[in-house]
């Protein structure tokens, strides 16, 4: 038996308690690095039952501590399933959405060549479309390449060098394709056919001297123009093109100088 000593037993707050070796074992085996409880703490737990009650409710103390620390270093698992679920809605939508591709080794009737500079395109939504340019094993193939519930074509057909090109490039105002002259001075018959998705926007690249031509031929039936001096033109079949106006508002002060009834947006 041994009796509680010091000013705390004097003052009668501490009971005479008994020291089993199952307590001296648990003190012996007390880690370094458990939090200890505060004085107040300690005397209310001994009262309570001894020390093999502390060193339980500190190791479980800590065990809770490391537990949210490691919550806390740990992304949660709502956030990784969410970017899951968006990584694959993403590879469907690329699925369903078409790209664009260019049909190879097509003709087309003679009818559909055009003989303007740059080469007018011909834009096809529809099989009766379709069918009033190709013929033959080349609307075949054709057919086979096209689904026009989800897909446009865009027919260049032009008489030119042999060394002439149609560059397509997809900027932020849509596909924009460039006709690059040949050198050679050879007459060549040409024809280029692409296919994009059906809400695709398009145009062809022209520069300010072509967009002035088509304006004086009354061909244009709307206009608008960007603080950044792109000028678009849409002509009456339907085709836009592209250029970049000389000064700001140039393309405004040239319709009205030529009396021209075009409507025209700016920013």
């Known amino acids: 038996m041994v009796k509680g000593s010091g000013p705390a037993a004097a003052a009668g707050f501490l009971p005479t308690a008994t020291t089993s070796p199952l307590d001296q074992s648990a003190m012996a085996s007390f880690p370094k690095s458990l939090p200890v409880p ?12 001894g020390l093999s009650m502390v060193i339980a409710i500190s190791a479980q103390a800590q065990s809770e501590t490391q537990d949210d620390a490691r919550a806390d270093q740990d992304p949660a698992p709502a956030a990784a399933a969410e970017g899951i679920q968006n990584l694959a809605k ?4 690329a699925k369903e959405e078409p790209a664009m591709k260019e049909l190879k080794e097509l003709t087309v009737k003679e009818s559909a060549f055009r003989h303007a500079r740059p080469p007018h395109p011909t834009a ?4 009766d479309e379709a069918e009033a340019i190709f013929e033959g094993e080349s609307l075949a193939a ?3 390449e096209v689904d026009f519930s989800k897909e446009q074509a865009v027919v260049f057909a032009w008489q030119g060098s042999g060394q002439d090109r149609i560059k397509a490039d997809n900027g932020k105002s849509g596909m924009l394709f460039d006709y690059e002259p040949g ?3 050879d007459l060549r018959q040409h024809t280029v056919v692409f ?7 398009w145009a062809v690249a022209a520069d300010w001297e072509e967009i002035k031509a088509m304006i004086l031929a009354d061909k244009v039936k709307d206009a608008s123009q960007l603080h950044s001096r ?7 079949d339907g085709i836009r093109y592209r250029g970049t106006e000389p000064m700001l508002d140039d393309l405004i002060k040239f319709i009205q100088e030529n009396d021209k009834k075009i409507p025209i947006a700016t920013e």
């Open 38 to 49: 505060d004085c107040r703490s300690l005397r209310s737990l001994c009262l309570a039952g």
């Open 90 to 93: 993403a590879a469907e939508a």
């Open 124 to 127: 096809v939504h529809s099989d």
């Open 142 to 144: 054709f057919r086979k």
């Open 183 to 185: 050198r050679t001075r």
């Open 195 to 201: 296919v994009l998705p059906k809400n695709n926007s």
């Open 230 to 236: 792109e000028v678009t033109i849409v002509t009456k």
